[in-house]
């Protein structure tokens, strides 16, 4: 499995960025894909995540209303669009992957072991 981040960048406050994460090297059409943010010193914070089989959902508190993750079929891609950023919302992005179609019960989790990764993509934010 292979996910590739792209789409970061610096904005200032009530901008908006759409991160993508694109995938490869799947066995099925039917896995979980969940964003997750990282600054140092704190601990990962899931925010949104989908099932590109079902294309379920589910946000954390601080991204419903504002992120919004979609899927892209052809382009094997998930895509997080981000809208009204905050100072608060810099950091590193991560998305990461997992065949257990429930698996975004678990988006808020910290001991979730996510069995593919992506390098990340980096939003910083100024006020």
């Known amino acids: 499995v292979q996910l590739v981040e792209s789409g970061g960048g610096s904005v200032h406050t009530g901008g908006s960025l759409r991160l993508s994460c694109a995938a490869s090297g799947f066995i099925t059409n039917d896995y979980t894909i969940v964003w997750i943010r990282q600054t140092p010193g704190k601990q990962r914070e899931g925010i949104a995540c989908i099932n590109v089989g079902d294309l379920s959902t589910y946000y954390a508190d601080s991204a419903r209303g504002r992120f919004t993750i979609s899927h892209d079929s052809v382009e094997h891609t998930v895509f997080l669009q981000l809208t009204n950023l905050q100072p608060e919302d810099t950091a590193n992005y991560r998305c990461?992957?997992?065949?257990?179609?429930?698996?975004?019960?678990?988006?808020?989790?910290?001991?979730?072991?996510?069995?593919?990764w992506g390098q990340g993509t980096q939003v910083t934010v100024s006020s």
């Open positions: 990461a992957s997992d065949y257990f179609r429930g698996a975004c019960k678990y988006t808020e989790s910290l001991s979730y072991f996510w069995t593919g």
